[in-house]
């Protein structure tokens, strides 16, 4: 069965940037969860097959690393953007790439979250022996 419409989780533990960022998204087409906790995050990421998440850097829980490094552990392959409030370090970027981040955008640029939510969209997910969250789901 095909989807028709891209599925986005959107964390972040600030409301008014869910609700902006949720309507930002369905205005592009996409179906949309949101999660203002680690905990509700990895509850949706791993119930569902979402094509993408969309991730605050620093959640009131915990840093976007350990739900990158939870992804890994599980050999979970799913799109993720990163959303900073300031640019982060070189030593950072690099840790979150080498966890499998497809891209870091600051959190006020919401034109730029919208166009690189859009362009990994349309990009193939290659499969590098790493069991795709959409595919485990239908194997259940």
């Known amino acids: 069965m095909q989807r028709n419409r891209p599925r986005v989780i959107i964390v972040d533990n600030d409301e008014h940037v869910l609700i902006a960022l949720e309507r930002l ?16 995050a990895l509850r ?3 119930a569902g097959d979402a094509d993408l998440v969309l ?6 829980d915990c840093h976007c690393a350990e739900i990158l490094e939870w992804l890994q552990r599980r050999g ?12 982060p370090q070189p ?9 499998g981040v497809a ?7 919401h034109g730029e979250i919208v166009e690189r939510v859009k362009d990994l ?17 239908r194997n259940l």
Do not use: M, W
């Not at 891209?103 to 640029?109: P, S």
């Open 76 to 87: 979970l392959q799913i799109r993720c953007l990163v959303t900073f409030h300031h640019a």
């Open 103 to 109: 891209a870091v955008v600051r959190k006020d640029a």
């Open 55 to 60: 991730l605050d850097d620093n959640l009131s």
């Open 91 to 99: 030593p950072v970027l690099e840790s979150l790439y080498s966890l």
């Open 25 to 40: 998204l369905e205005d592009e087409g996409c179906q949309t969860t949101t999660a203002c906790t680690s905990k509700d």
């Open 121 to 137: 969209l349309i990009v193939p997910l290659y499969n590098s022996g790493l069991e795709s969250i959409g595919e485990r789901s």
């Open 44 to 46: 949706l990421i791993e």
